[in-house]
């Protein structure tokens, strides 16, 4: 008899649970998303359903605009496309004399200690380390100029067209791209197993030699360890003239999504924003955003306008 009623009571259990999970996919298939209960502290911004290219949201999707560490997934890519010639175990020096744009930048890697390319490429995407990004691109097989040449070529076949990059590092706001483009680059990224692992590292332990020692790094993007997020790739990017940026990939309402978000307003409005759209995805309604960080935004598309109107 008790046998029986603990069947039946797990019978009716698994129903339910059932019942449940095809409840939210119904409301994940039938949930009406309108724009304009999105409200971000991006300038800049495109959300894309991967599973049907469909453009769910936009802001500004075609301005060229500086995107500072953003360009490391760039720097990545070259890096992974030359590694016939520069294979990822090889150790290698850190050396930054051919970036003008690093100096007096400060780090947490020393000049002339040494890093298998492998966690050098780590650094440059979880850590967003410069010095990390910059000796990448001076080891590179056919040399420093070689390397940013490949950049823009490599721009070109992911059909970037509006892109451009001076530098590894995304340090110079000469390095420019579009919300559009990048989301052509994240989903490149994403499909690439070992920049989607690197990027989406939470920690690690580094231990350098000559001479060796040891550092521990982490991701800049802190939604990585966050349990409630499925991220496929990611990465953060600051400099003055592109404000706090984030590219990202993830699973959000059983469906993957690219999410650009380019010149927020704060120091963590890029990860606010971020929450902002799983919460649209998720309910159709994002939550608002500080009135500071709104005011930041009309000036900025005051000031984009206004340069249209010259040009």
Sequence with gaps: MHCLLGRCLLGRCLLIALSLFISG????QTLTLDPSQLQLASVHALIMDLNTNEVLYERNPDAIVPI???TKMMTAMVVLDD???????????VDISQTKEMAKVFSHVRIGSQLQRRDM???????????????LAHHYSGGYPAFIKAMNA??????????????PTGLSP???????DLARLIQASARDPLIAELSTTPKK?????APRHLRAFYNTNPLVRNDHWSIDASKTGYINQAGRCLVLQAEIQNRHVAIVLLDSFGKRSHIGDAGRVRRWLETGKSGSVHPSALEYVQRR?????AGKGTS
């Design 68 to 70: 500072a560490s953003v």
């Design 205 to 209: 332990d580094m231990v350098f030699r």
């Design 83 to 93: 590694v016939k010639n520069a294979p990822l175990d090889e150790w290698i020096t």
């Design 154 to 167: 490599k721009a070109a076949a992911l059909g970037m067209s509006n892109s451009r990059f001076v530098e």
């Design 174 to 180: 000469e390095n420019v791209s579009t919300p559009r």
């Design 301 to 305: 598309q005051e000031i984009l306008l």
């Design 121 to 135: 490429l780590l650094l440059a995407l979880m850590a967003s380390e410069n010095r990390a990004a910059a000796t």
């Design 25 to 28: 996919l119904v409301h994940a």
